[in-house]
């Protein structure tokens, strides 16, 4: 296994790549989580990064050590890594670099984990783990054997610092903290895209790194669809809004309808929404939204963002349409980009609920987390695509995320299909 000269570090198929290209983007993860905890830094005036407690927010100086314990726990401190994929869930481990790394990242079951403890370590001792777990990996990785068995846990160490990125990223926009970070311009919005019946493969079965619910392979055979070139935007939601969408019980699904109740003051609007409604002569836009703690005017051809499943659902109901199923998507993503389909805005809510496809592969190291897909399976939405906060190296039309459909927390979007 080599690596392709004409290959950077932002290409997806750093993930298939051998130990020169995925030694650099490990650097480069590195640093760009560096970056970030400095960007906290400045945005809060403090070098203990605290932050408010909140259902969905794990303290951003917990979650970087974190980072760094992963890494050491599946690569330095794991004597079965060479096995890749097919590592023991409990493989046999050496000790730490820092002796306290699992008290603090990883308790056992007797000593729950404290992710608000004011003992855990600070930004200084933080940083050196994040330096010293990277410089131990990097070793490592030189004298791993190109296979996709050895190189199977530096690429998870890769992917999984990346997500963390994002997540920081999407932490600070729930706390409305500013970091600099902005979504770029819209494009231009275009008419909806009639795509050709296809057989279509799903799944991932070749070399290189994927997450277990990408794993598999299933065989579609897909009639001719017709799908939106873009997400739905700012501008279409405000339709809905006007129309009395979210006070219409014919729109929503059972549990939704219940999930809307359960807002004490009534869900009237996406996530980060101050103000919605028709625009009138002279405001130059119809939607105030919280971004990273600004209050700003969304632009109205601008992809809606922060919508659960549940309000995507509604809204495709009303407008007569249904969302894309992945399959649909995938398909306009690798066939339809000449023609003016457009993603990376927002990650889309797509049809159906994640399932497993035939042949997928159990992982040895996502029991437990946020990233375990199979206690989701029937029960979560699938997510494609990507946004503007995603690293460009998971950018990747067949990238496959999932969250439950009341999330709204990520930059989620959608896109629709005529039924």
């Not at 990064?49 to 303290?59: C, N, R, S």
């Not at 530096?154 to 926009?173: C, F, P, T």
């Amino acid at each position: 296994m080599s690596d392709n000269p004409n290959l950077s570090t932002d290409s997806p198929e750093v993930f298939g790549a051998g130990r020169d290209l995925l030694s650099l983007a490990l650097i480069d993860a590195r640093n760009h989580t560096l970056h970030l905890l400095s960007l906290y830094e400045e945005a809060l005036g403090s070098d203990n990064l605290a932050v408010e407690h909140a259902a969905d927010i794990e303290p951003p100086l917990w979650l970087a050590g974190r980072i760094a314990w992963f890494s050491e726990w599946w690569i330095a401190r794991n004597t079965q890594r060479a096995y890749g994929v097919d590592c023991p869930v409990r493989p046999t481990r050496l000790a730490a670099i820092e002796p306290a790394a699992d008290t603090y990242w990883n308790p056992g079951p007797d000593q729950p984990r404290d992710m608000w403890s004011p003992h855990l370590p600070g930004m200084a001792h933080v940083r050196t783990y994040l330096l010293h777990t990277l410089e131990s990996t990097l070793e490592l990785l030189e004298h791993a054997a190109e296979t996709d068995a050895g190189l199977y846990f530096y690429r998870l160490a890769l992917a999984h610092e990346d997500l963390r990125g994002e997540q920081l990223v999407v932490m600070a926009q729930t706390l409305g903290l500013a970091l600099g970070i902005e979504p770029p311009p819209s494009g231009a919005v275009r008419e909806a895209l009639l795509l050709p019946a296809v057989s279509w493969r799903l799944g991932h079965a070749g070399a290189g790194f994927a997450f277990a619910q990408e794993t598999g392979r299933r065989e579609v055979d897909v009639p001719e669809f017709e799908i939106d070139a873009q997400p739905v935007t700012w501008n279409q939601f405000v339709e809905f809004v006007d129309d009395g969408g979210y006070d219409r019980e014919d729109l929503w699904q059972p549990e939704a309808w219940r999930w809307l109740a359960e807002h004490p003051e009534g869900r009237r609007a996406p996530r980060h929404v101050e103000q919605i409604g028709a625009a009138r002569q002279g405001t130059g836009g119809s939607v105030v939204v919280q971004r990273f703690g600004k209050a700003m005017r969304a632009g109205g051809h601008h992809s809606a963002v922060h919508v659960s499943w549940w309000e995507a659902d509604a809204w495709a109901r009303w407008a007569g349409r249904r969302l894309a199923t992945e399959v649909e998507w995938e398909i306009a993503a690798h066939v339809a980009i000449r023609r003016g389909f457009r993603w990376a805005d927002v990650h889309e809510w797509t049809a159906g609920t994640l399932q497993p496809w035939p042949g997928s592969v159990d992982d040895p190291w996502s029991a437990g987390t946020r990233f375990d897909p199979r206690p989701a399976f029937g029960q979560a939405r699938v997510l494609r695509g990507a946004s503007f906060a995603t690293r460009a190296r998971l950018r990747s039309a067949r990238r496959r995320g999932f969250a439950m459909p009341q999330r709204d927390d990520g930059f989620f979007g959608f896109r629709t299909c005529a039924c």
